[in-house]
């Protein structure tokens, strides 16, 4: 711990090329036992050492902190890295027993089938709900925001029930996951749900369908049950980011004769996009999760046939349906991945400049 | 000295730098999920007596761990109790939850000493066996039954249940507590209603829902949620069909198992109905529940199902019901097997864990289980029938119970007992009972039906990481 301090500390302090060429040896284990000892023990050569200053700066903090790093190297890095580890043995998850098999378990992933289901799901989910949930978000927040009728004195007010409206569209947010898949589930229902009575009864009975045991559309009743979940939660939030915009650019665009939706795309979206580049990884992080959802929801939980198979889903059945821990670790690493690359490409191409206001 | 004071900013920055390089020596300090596995001590057994033939330890205690679902938990109670008159204390608990409860006592080896290894969240037993965790039960089949001295416990139970224990062994590893009869469940009066018999032929078949049909009632419907509950009369049918063999072949993985006439012919049927709207609309969306309610409500005749029906389906039961099973219609005069052919086997299992503390105590309680009296009261409370022979003499049945036992004599030795369920699980599950499902509605074609079936079936036979039985 202490050595590995030191090497971050040396990229970033100030080089001191005169300084390093008088050092005799063993100074450097010297400098290193400063971290360790309190000032009072440290010898004077040390001391006098340029590079002690960034040691006596830091020294406190490292201790300060080296707790919870250390509880959190514990239980959140480690289980990271035993993760790869056991993506390279045949565990069954059953015993502690598992021989070494090195990337077995990733070779067959290339030619499993179910496998590549998975990932195309749930990139069709990654890719699509964002922008579905995010733009709905907006709009929704806009109204919320712009939407009403000029009252006098401004340039821009909400509908009326603005804040009844934003408790209405958070409200999915509320309920736990597993709630929303079974309602939803049973508003899918072919028989009694409530979306095929609706359509029966205002005469568009051919329009009934057999929501989920369709393979052609099932997917797309994932992904609907998945913006309606989150759409809420972007409403109130786009709405906070949009409320803490100046009046005064708005009233302005509005003196330059800017309509709604002229507003909306030049001056109101520049302004909250940090918000949305945020509220874009996390959507995205949703979707490619979406497990509790099929899980629950779906038939034959992936089904039918694995049209709506995602990746995590097909990760917990192979973990524990048929007790290859193993492969399913293999495929949790390959998950993350995708996730990490997401990260990192939102994080490359969404990036503007911040606007202060 | 004017630089000690630490710019917030630079802290930041340096302190993820650091926690970065920080972390991966952290890996190497924590302690592994699969540790352990050194298993725990065991209790000191005690002597064999006829009174003991396990060898029971009188003052060990025992833990017992049931699945609390469609059979709750009071018949293991109640046996508990019979325990307890000789051993020691039982410690027990009930969970819905056995694989998320049991399966980290399992890695790390101190397990309890019975495992009610059941539910939709079981542990997958051969794994287990093949990590040398379950125990075999070869002791306890062995020994003298509680009511009988003079008989073994194996020739106290119903025929398949060793069997169904079985893993490609002769050691028998699960006792399967529980003795279901799967058919073509109806009620006896709507059947009366219409004026109808229950069909023996397919044509007769057609007639009847033909007939449904005209009074707006559809003659099927079944839980398309999950559809390999069509398999409960699928299967059968198809060994009435073909024969025994077929089945044998499916269970066995062979190349061409399901390209077999008498597969053919019984999805050809089963698409029949599904092609001349005689199946309830919606059908393939709605789960178990659901599909027995409606069938409950008279708005179906039929649904492919297990004698836990009647215990699931009580709250919607009408008083007039008259739940009754029977087996699968057949095709025609050319079949192989005759009428009364049925698919029943010994379920619910239970397991004592290798690594237990007390394997002989967990056997006991298992002997104690198949005795007479508790048999009788885990039908008495659950409405099911047990694995043991002759334990519903003199108990009053519910209707459909009554009608599931009469069509196991009925039968004699035209049981089926197809295996693919239990070895093959995501097969069964979901490649067979997806391929049913899409022919059920109206996506594919019997011929395609048959050969999706067969890759599926080809594709497990191929994977290397599925362990292979076969019938002996």
């Known amino acids: ?357 | 000295m004017g630089s000690t004071d630490v710019n917030r900013r630079d802290l930041i920055k340096r302190a993820a730098a650091a926690g970065l390089v920080a972390a991966p020596a952290m890996g190497v300090l924590s302690a592994c999920a699969s540790g352990g596995g050194a298993g725990q001590e065991k209790v000191e057994k005690a002597e064999k007596t006829d009174r003991n033939p396990l060898g029971v330890n009188k003052s060990a205690p025992l833990e017992v761990v049931i699945f609390n679902g469609g059979y709750g938990e009071q018949y293991a109670l109640d046996a508990e109790k019979v325990y307890e008159r000789d051993y020691g204390r039982v410690k027990h608990s009930a969970t819905q939850k056995i694989r998320t409860k049991m399966q980290p006592r399992m890695v790390k080896g101190n397990p309890p000493d019975v495992i009610n290894n059941s539910g939709g969240e079981n542990m997958d037993i051969a794994s287990l066996i093949e990590d040398d965790q379950v125990a075999d039960l070869g002791p306890l089949l062995d020994a003298p039954s509680l009511d009988d001295p003079t008989r073994k416990v194996r020739d106290t139970l119903m025929p398949g249940t060793i069997e169904k224990g079985r893993f490609g062994g002769e050691e028998m590893y699960q006792l399967n507590y529980s003795y279901t009869v799967y058919g073509t469940w109806y009620s006896k009066t709507a059947l009366e209603r219409l004026d109808v018999e229950y069909p023996k032929t397919w044509d007769e078949m057609l007639a009847v829902c033909a007939k449904a049909k005209k009074q707006g009632l559809a003659g099927w419907t079944y839980a398309g949620k999950y559809p390999y509950y069509l398999t409960f009369a699928m299967y059968p049918f198809i060994a009435k069909i073909g024969g025994r063999e077929v089945i044998r072949a499916i269970d066995n993985l062979e190349p061409d198992a399901w390209r077999h006439e008498s597969v053919k012919k019984a999805f050809e049927a089963y698409h029949e109905l599904q092609a001349k709207g005689y199946v309830l609309k919606g059908t393939p969306g709605i789960d178990h529940i659901q599909s027995q309610t409606q069938w409950n409500k008279g708005r179906a005749l039929f649904i492919p199902n297990g004698s836990w029906v009647e215990n699931e389906a009580k709250e919607t039961t009408p008083a007039d019901f008259e739940m009754a099973v029977a087996p699968p219609t057949g095709l025609d005069s050319s079949d192989a097997m005759p009428f009364g052919t049925i698919w029943a086997e010994a379920s619910e299992p239970f397991m004592v864990p290798a690594k237990a503390r007390n394997v002989p105590g967990g056997m006991e309680f298992l002997r104690i289980m198949l005795g007479k009296e508790s048999a009788q009261n885990f039908t008495r409370l659950v409405s099911a029938l047990s694995c043991v022979k002759g334990a519903t003499e003199g108990l009053e049945l519910r209707p459909g119970l009554a009608s599931a036992m009469k069509v196991l004599e009925e039968a004699g030795d035209n049981v089926v007992t197809p295996r693919i369920h239990d070895w093959y699980l995501q097969l069964h599950k979901e490649r067979i009972g997806g391929a049913m499902a899409a022919m059920m509605a109206g996506d594919i074609t019997p011929n395609e039906a048959v050969e999706r079936c067969q890759r599926a079936t080809d594709e497990t036979r191929e994977d290397d990481s599925i362990r292979k039985y076969k019938h002996t």
């Open chain 1, 1 to 357: 711990m202490a050595n590995d301090v030191r090497a971050a500390d040396r990229d970033t302090a100030v080089p001191t090329p005169r300084g390093r060429a008088e050092t005799p040896p063993g100074r450097g284990l010297l400098l290193a036992a400063a971290l360790v000892l309190p000032p009072r023990l440290t010898p004077a050569g040390v001391k006098n050492d340029r590079r002690y200053r960034s040691i006596d700066k830091y020294r406190f903090v490292c201790w300060f902190l080296s707790v919870p790093l250390l509880v959190y190297g514990i239980f959140v890095i480690s289980p990271f890295l035993q993760a790869f580890y056991y993506s390279l043995t045949d565990w069954s998850g059953y015993s502690s027993r598992f021989g070494f098999v090195g990337l077995d378990n990733y070779s067959r992933m290339l030619d499993d089938s179910d496998f590549w289901a998975s990932i195309r799901h749930s990139v069709l989910l990654l890719v699509v709900a964002p922008v579905v949930t995010l733009g709905l978000g907006l709009f929704f927040a806009f109204m919320l925001q712009a939407g009403g009728r000029r009252r006098r004195g401004e340039a821009f007010s909400g509908v009326r029930g603005a804040k009844f409206y934003k408790i209405v569209y958070f409200f999915p947010q509320v309920l736990s996951v597993a709630i929303v898949g079974v309602v939803w589930g049973a508003m899918f229902d072919p028989i009694t749900g409530p979306i095929n009575e609706v359509l029966r009864s205002v005469g568009l009975g051919s329009l009934a369908r057999n929501w989920l045991a369709n393979p052609d559309i099932a997917l797309l009743c994932v992904l609907f049950v998945l913006c309606w979940m989150f759409v809420g939660f972007y409403v109130v939030l786009f709405s906070a980011a949009m409320g803490s915009v100046p009046g005064e650019i708005h009233e302005a665009a509005l003196l330059d004769g800017a309509g709604r939706s002229t507003t909306f795309f030049r001056v109101t979206l520049p302004l909250v996009w940090d918000t949305v580049h945020t509220g874009w990884i996390y959507m995205g992080i949703q979707a490619l999760d979406a497990f509790a959802i099929v899980h629950i929801m779906t038939i034959n939980q992936g089904g039918p046939g694995n049209s709506t198979l995602v990746t995590p889903v097909y990760l917990y059945k192979k973990a524990f349906d048929v007790g290859q821990a193993g492969y399913a670790t293999a495929v949790g690493v390959v998950l993350l991945v995708v996730t990490m690359v997401f990260a990192a490409v939102m994080m490359l191409f969404g990036r503007r400049e911040r606007i202060e206001y």
